[in-house]
């Protein structure tokens, strides 16, 4: 595998092992990611707490001024793992580099709390945002990576079906969108790294309260299995020629445009899932990154800094 992973990510790769996480086994799991996650520096930026229904949120905010727009993001973690503190570093750049608010719902996990729990808290914290934060109509997107970009592809289309204010784009970062994919069991033997179908079956499972690909799935639990896209915001994918969730975002962009919205898919070769986490200083994370921001300040029609970070 070494061969075609990026070279940025090769040193790093050569050393981790790729776990399948099981049912048993996701508590261990749990436990362990808490344990090693980092503890980045927040300058310039005022972390609060909200609470809101089942669930609550974590804000980041500029530590001087009043943000001009704002960022619904939610974390990864396969719907079974994960927690908002863990992207801190990454919505403390967007704070920096936007000037915007950012809110991580801290949405309750599967299987103790199977769909619709999770999107339930992110429509939550979506009119928390809308009743506690003074922002102009069309400045609020939605966001997410992995699992959290799933869940931001769901919320978008089930605002897209209630009606009022809408997200002006939603930023998918090598989103988790499609079930069948953790049904095909050839995939198994993929060697994924980070995540692999066996994990993505664990996941999709606990999320489901029963067996992926089946022929129907609630709506907005699969958002990859939405037959109508139409009338939804701009969307970026981004997503490594590496990443198990490669074809089913492929796939989800050339519906969006297929459908009329605008899409921008950024594929990363040689890039594994979780690369931005796995190596932030990396030239190939580095150009990710500035596509997002780039992306997001056009939607949001935010002033491009004097400086890109």
């Known amino acids: 595998m070494s061969a075609i992973v990026h070279p940025d990510l090769q040193p790093i790769l050569r050393w981790m092992p790729t776990p399948s ?3 048993w ?3 261990l799991f749990r436990r362990l990611a808490r344990a090693s996650e980092r503890r980045p520096l927040l300058d310039g930026v005022r972390v609060e707490a909200a609470g809101m229904s089942a669930a609550s949120a974590r804000v980041l905010r500029p530590a001087v001024g009043t943000p001009r727009a704002a960022v619904l993001w939610f974390h990864g973690g396969g719907l079974i793992l994960g927690r908002p503190e863990q992207d801190d570093a990454r ?6 580099a936007l000037g915007v608010a950012v809110v991580v719902p801290r949405y309750r996990l599967a299987p103790e709390h199977p ?4 999107l339930d808290d992110g429509l939550a914290a979506w009119r928390w945002l809308h009743d506690h934060l003074d922002l102009p109509p069309g400045a609020v997107a939605v966001g997410g990576e992995s699992a959290g970009g799933g869940l931001a592809a769901a919320l978008a289309q089930r605002l897209r079906d209630l009606g009022g204010p809408q997200p002006a784009c939603q930023v998918l970062v090598y989103p988790m969108l499609d079930d069948r994919t953790a049904a095909d069991r050839g995939l198994d033997a993929g060697g994924h790294a980070l995540w692999n179908n066996r994990s993505n079956h664990t996941g999709w499972s606990a999320y489901l309260g029963g067996a992926p690909g089946e022929p129907s799935v609630p709506p907005y639990a699969a958002p990859a299995r939405r037959a ?3 009338g939804l915001p701009p969307a970026w994918i981004g997503v490594g020629t590496l990443d198990l969730f490669l074809a089913e975002d492929r796939a989800y962009a050339r519906r969006l ?12 070769p040689g890039a594994v899932h979780g690369f931005l ?3 932030p ?3 190939i994370s580095r150009a990710s990154t500035r596509a997002q921001l780039a992306f997001l300040r056009r939607h949001l029609s935010l002033a491009a800094p004097s400086v890109v970070p």
């Open 115 to 118: 769909f619709p729990a999770a």
């Open 277 to 279: 986490g796995l190596a």
């Open 21 to 23: 996480i099981r049912p």
């Open 257 to 268: 445009g297929d459908a009329g919205v605008p899409c921008t898919l950024d594929e990363v």
């Open 228 to 230: 109508d896209l139409r």
């Open 25 to 27: 086994s996701i508590g």
């Open 91 to 96: 919505c403390a750049e967007l704070v920096r």
């Open 281 to 283: 200083g990396a030239s």
